[in-house]
C-alpha cells in the first residue's frame, strides 16, 4: 500500500483546480462599468474551458462565454480584444495566469513522449510566470516525488501548503512514512471545505479503510456514490470498497 494516494495524486496533473481561496464566483455583469471591464486579446488554442480552468471560474466555461458576451460555442478570432466580467486591475494577473497555463498544456503534450526533463523545464517557467498558481508546482511535485524524493518536494510545496492539490502529496508522504494522523491532518484541509474535492475524500476514504475505521470510510464512500460529478476511476473505486465492506457485514 505504500503509493495507494498516489494514483489520486496523478489524476491531478495538468486538470487539478488551485483551491478554495483560487476560485473565481463571477460577478452579476451589472457590477461594472464598460471601462472597468478587464480587457484581454484572445490567443491561438485559447478556449472557454480552458480559461475556466486557469483561473479556476466557480461556475465553469458556459457561464465565462456567457458573461463575457458569447456562446460557449462562439469562439473569438485570434487577437480579437475580449472584455471579461472583473475588475479592470486584474488584466495582468490575467495574462500571467494565462501564459503559465499555456505553459502547463504544453508540459501536459510533452509528458506523452516521456522527456521528463522537458516537462519539469516547462512547470518550473509556469511556476516563474504566476507563482500565485499552485499547479503546475504541485505537478512538478509529483515528479520530483518519485526522483528527488520526499524532503524536497515537501519543501517546494510549503508556499501552496493550505491548497487541495498540495495537501493530497503532503499526505501521500506522510502515509509513505509511516504517520497515517498526519496524513489525515493534512486532508483536513480538503475535507473542512464545503465542497471537498472528489481525490481527497477518497483519499481519506482510503485512509479509514486501511487502518480500520470502515465506519468512516463508507460514509464517505456513499457520499461519492450519491454525486453524479465524481471521476468515473474515483466512482469506481467507491464501488469497490462499498461492495468489501458489504461483504464484511
Request: aromatic content about 14%.
Given at each position: 500500500m505504500k503509493h495507494f494516494l498516489i494514483a489520486i495524486c496523478f489524476m491531478l496533473f495538468i486538470v487539478s483546480?488551485?483551491?478554495p481561496s483560487d476560485s473565481v464566483l463571477l460577478p452579476d455583469r451589472t457590477f461594472l462599468e464598460d471601462n472597468e471591464w478587464c480587457r484581454y486579446i484572445w490567443q491561438e488554442g485559447d478556449g472557454w474551458a480552458f480559461?475556466?480552468?486557469?483561473?479556476?471560474v466557480q461556475d465553469g466555461a458556459e457561464i465565462l462565454a456567457i458573461q463575457s458576451g458569447y456562446l460557449l460555442h462562439e469562439k473569438p478570432l485570434t487577437g480579437e480584444e475580449i472584455k471579461f466580467p472583473f475588475p479592470e486591475n486584474l488584466s495582468s494577473a490575467l495574462e500571467r495566469r494565462l501564459d503559465a497555463a499555456r505553459l502547463v498544456r504544453e508540459a501536459t503534450e510533452t509528458l506523452e513522449s516521456e522527456d521528463t526533463l522537458s516537462v519539469c523545464n516547462l512547470l518550473e517557467a509556469a511556476i516563474n510566470t504566476?507563482?500565485?498558481?499552485?499547479?503546475?508546482?504541485?505537478n512538478l511535485a509529483l515528479i520530483l516525488l518519485e526522483?528527488?524524493?520526499?524532503d524536497s518536494v515537501l519543501t517546494m510545496l510549503q508556499p501552496w501548503s493550505?491548497?487541495?492539490d498540495a495537501a493530497l502529496i503532503q499526505s501521500e508522504i506522510a502515509w509513505n512514512n509511516g504517520n497515517p494522523n498526519e496524513a489525515l491532518r493534512q486532508l483536513e484541509i480538503c475535507l473542512m471545505a464545503e465542497s471537498p474535492p472528489f481525490e481527497a475524500l477518497a483519499a481519506a476514504a482510503l485512509i479509514y479503510t486501511v487502518t480500520g475505521h470502515?465506519?468512516?470510510a463508507s460514509g464517505i464512500w456513499r457520499e461519492i456514490l450519491s454525486s453524479h460529478e465524481a471521476d468515473a476511476s474515483i466512482r469506481l473505486m467507491a464501488v469497490k470498497y462499498s461492495i468489501l465492506f458489504e461483504q464484511r457485514q
Open positions: 483546480a488551485c483551491g480559461i475556466a480552468w486557469a483561473i479556476d504566476d507563482p500565485s498558481w499552485s499547479v503546475p508546482a504541485c526522483t528527488e524524493g520526499a493550505h491548497k487541495f470502515i465506519y468512516q
